[in-house]
């Protein structure tokens, strides 16, 4: 019988031991924060140009003369993403289904989706946007809307939903055909089939691509000032030239981060809840 | 003669298949099967892996198209070219080996959404019968769980609660328990069993032989795509009259009780 061996080493000192590495990681972290970031503001800051950028980007008295114009064009940069994301989301889920599923009536239309997506993507947007802006209202159509703002929607949403229907082709082709099989089993028509148990799916497995286009498209929405609206880039961009100071550009660069940012983080929240929910399955995503 | 005078033990067919074949790619899967599954009879289909076991049951369900043979259900035939298969899935249920719930549905979605979509039946009816199905199996707390949370055996009761909730004339099941750990495989089964003891219809595949000879009034052995011999499980398990028959038996008996 043999007396129980000592422990080498105690639950006392495994927690000693964490407690300095956590301690060391912190030191370390925030003092190469400040050694990188004083190092780069001291290098700004103390630059020859600096007083003149100051004056030109950041000027207070330009900043509260322009704010309430650039926020006014920003307000129409935002109604129109809102508008033009809808029918992105709609167009695009549209072009995709018609892509993935074979329906012998829709065969031209099917035609016509391929020719359009690979146009549309192969297009830089901001050519897109001047040749329909301008060729368009140069064709005289009645009843075609002439309005730069409804043309330079028309040509953001073609461009987008060119791209969006691939993310969405992607999301539906990656469900297993086992799930259609299992809801035609239960008696759905393909329809319902389609409608709740494959779209659904396919959807939450894109949100991520999603959200980038999305955010693109918010950002992209400026181009439409190559047609004249007063939009928030547009705005500022005429307060730039009139005055020979940039602070308004720069305003309207924080009102884009102000949507764009907190937009990246509410989907985040959004994704992390449904992996909770669903157990972790999320995390395999797309395939 | 009707249902209703049958003698019991000689009940109206249920499902009827005469002639089935079909191939996939060239590959000739099911090569002329003739089967009768009588009201509360329940047929084993038994077979190695690539017998033509899963693709008869997948056939039966209409969710693969045949080449050539009839299939009937309740004496209407369901493969007549161009016809709708719809009615017909709404009157069979399938539980497939991988379970494929549906992950974004809670269970009590997942239990009720071919009785609401598919039938038509007011939501809250759905509800309380899929509710019901669920207690029966023990799942009753689990309803408004999503299905990646619960471990396989439960997972496969929903998916058995979700073909019945509609009363189906018949019960397709394919090898529900090949997917699940050993220790999960009795529950299911477990309620496979009661579902016969009720005279629930059911074509069973399955490598559960003890399971086999215990539930099924008739067992068929399928090789290459053919009936080689159907029977009695006493039949079939104790006195095979064919060498193939034999031979499975042998290879997957060997070393396991019955």
Request: proline residues 5%; neutral net charge.
């Given at each position: 019988?043999?007396a129980?061996?000592?422990p080498?080493?105690t639950?006392?000192d495994?927690?000693?031991a964490?407690?300095?590495?956590?301690?060391?990681?912190?030191?370390?972290?925030a003092?190469?924060?400040?050694?990188v970031?004083?190092?780069?503001?001291?290098w700004?800051?103390?630059?020859?140009?600096?007083?003149?950028?100051?004056?030109?980007?950041f000027?207070?008295?330009?900043f509260?003369?322009?704010?309430?114009?650039?926020?006014?064009?920003?307000?129409?940069?935002?109604?129109?993403?809102l508008?033009?994301e809808v029918a992105?989301l709609?167009?695009?889920?549209?072009?995709?289904?018609?892509?993935?599923f074979?329906?012998?009536?829709?065969?031209?239309?099917?035609?016509?989706?391929?020719?359009?997506?690979?146009?549309?993507?192969?297009i830089p947007?901001?050519?897109?946007v001047y040749?329909?802006?301008?060729?368009?209202?140069a064709?005289?159509?009645?009843?075609?809307p002439?309005?730069?703002?409804?043309?330079?929607?028309?040509?953001?949403?073609?461009n987008y939903?060119?791209?969006?229907?691939?993310?969405?082709r992607?999301?539906?082709?990656?469900?297993?055909?086992?799930q259609?099989?299992?809801?035609?089993a239960?008696?759905?028509?393909?329809?319902q089939?389609l409608r709740h148990?494959?779209?659904?799916q396919a959807?939450?497995r894109?949100?991520?691509?999603?959200?980038?286009?999305?955010?693109?498209l918010?950002k992209?929405?400026?181009?439409?000032?190559?047609?004249?609206?007063?939009?928030?880039?547009?705005?500022?961009?005429i307060?730039a030239?009139?005055?020979?100071?940039?602070?308004?550009?720069l305003?309207?660069?924080?009102?884009?981060?102000?949507?764009?940012?907190?937009l990246?983080?509410?989907v985040?929240?959004m994704?992390?809840?449904?992996?909770?929910?669903?157990?972790?399955?999320?995390a395999?995503g797309?395939? | 003669?009707s249902a209703?005078?049958a003698?019991p033990?000689?009940?109206?067919p249920?499902?009827?298949?005469?002639g089935?074949?079909?191939?996939?790619?060239?590959?000739?899967?099911?090569?002329?099967i003739?089967?009768?599954?009588?009201?509360?009879?329940?047929?084993?289909?038994?077979?190695?892996?690539?017998?033509?076991?899963?693709?008869l049951?997948?056939?039966?369900?209409?969710?693969?198209?045949?080449?050539?043979?009839?299939?009937?259900?309740?004496?209407q035939p369901?493969?007549?070219?161009?016809?709708n298969?719809?009615?017909?899935?709404?009157?069979?249920?399938?539980?497939?080996?991988?379970?494929?719930?549906?992950p974004?549905m809670?269970v009590?979605?997942?239990v009720?959404?071919?009785?609401?979509?598919?039938?038509?039946m007011?939501a809250?009816?759905?509800?309380?019968?899929a509710?019901?199905?669920l207690?029966?199996?023990g799942?009753g707390?689990?309803?408004?769980?999503?299905?990646?949370?619960?471990?396989?055996g439960q997972?496969?009761?929903?998916?058995?609660a979700?073909?019945?909730?509609?009363?189906?004339?018949?019960?397709l099941?394919?090898?529900?328990?090949?997917?699940l750990?050993?220790?999960l495989?009795?529950?299911?089964?477990?309620?496979?069993?009661?579902?016969?003891?009720?005279g629930?219809?059911?074509?069973?595949?399955t490598?559960?032989?003890?399971?086999?000879r215990?539930?099924?009034?008739?067992v068929?052995f399928?090789e290459?795509?053919c009936?080689v011999?159907?029977?009695?499980p006493?039949q079939?398990?104790?006195?095979?009259s064919q060498p193939?028959t034999?031979?499975?038996?042998?290879?997957?008996?060997a070393?396991?009780t019955?």
């Open positions: 019988m043999s129980v061996p000592q080498l080493t639950r006392e495994r927690a000693r964490r407690r300095a590495r956590n301690l060391r990681h912190l030191v370390i972290s003092a190469s924060t400040v050694v970031l004083g190092g780069l503001a001291t700004i800051f103390t630059s020859s140009g600096w007083p003149n950028v100051r004056r030109d980007f000027s207070s008295h330009w509260t003369q322009s704010f309430g114009s650039v926020l006014s064009g920003f307000w129409l940069d935002v109604r129109l993403f508008i033009v992105v709609a167009l695009g889920l549209l072009i995709a289904l018609i892509r993935t074979d329906v012998a009536a829709l065969f031209p239309v099917k035609l016509v989706c391929i020719v359009f997506v690979d146009v549309m993507r192969g947007t901001i050519l897109l040749i329909i802006g301008f060729a368009v209202p064709l005289y159509l009645s009843g075609v002439t309005s730069p703002v409804v043309l330079g929607g028309i040509a953001l949403a073609m939903s060119a791209y969006v229907s691939e993310v969405f992607a999301g539906l082709e990656s469900i297993h055909p086992s259609g099989g299992a809801a035609l239960l008696g759905l028509t393909p329809t089939a148990v494959i779209v659904p959807v939450r894109v949100i991520p691509p999603l959200l980038n286009d999305f955010i693109a918010q992209d929405v400026a181009l439409i000032s190559i047609l004249g609206p007063q939009e928030a880039f547009r705005v500022a961009q307060f030239d009139q005055y020979f100071n940039y602070t308004p550009l305003s309207a660069a924080a009102l884009y981060l102000c949507v764009t940012i907190p990246t983080r509410v985040d929240r994704q992390a809840r449904t992996r909770r929910e669903r157990g972790g399955a999320m395999l797309p395939r | 003669m209703h005078q003698p033990g000689a009940n109206a249920v499902l009827e298949l005469r089935v074949t079909k191939s996939y790619e060239g590959q000739q899967v099911l090569k002329g003739d089967l009768m599954v009588s009201e509360h009879q329940a047929v084993a289909l038994i077979g190695a892996s690539g017998s033509g076991k899963s693709t049951l997948r056939c039966i369900d209409l969710l693969e198209e045949i080449d050539d043979g009839d299939i009937l259900l309740d004496g369901m493969t007549v070219p161009g016809i298969p719809v009615p017909f899935r709404r009157r069979l249920g399938l539980v497939f080996q991988s379970f494929n719930l549906f974004h809670r009590i979605e997942n009720t959404l071919g009785a609401v979509r598919g039938q038509r007011p809250a009816q759905a509800r309380e019968g509710q019901a199905l207690e029966r199996f799942l707390d689990r309803a408004r769980e999503y299905p990646d949370r619960l471990s396989g997972q496969q009761r929903v998916a058995i979700r073909a019945l909730l509609t009363k189906p004339r018949a019960l099941l394919d090898e529900v328990t090949s997917a750990d050993p220790e495989v009795g529950e299911v089964l477990g309620v496979i069993r009661e579902l016969k003891e009720e629930m219809t059911m074509v069973i595949a490598h559960e032989m003890s399971f086999a215990d539930v099924a009034d008739q068929c399928l290459g795509g009936i011999e159907q029977g009695t006493e079939i398990f104790t006195a095979p193939q034999q031979r499975f038996l042998a290879r997957v008996l070393g396991a019955i």
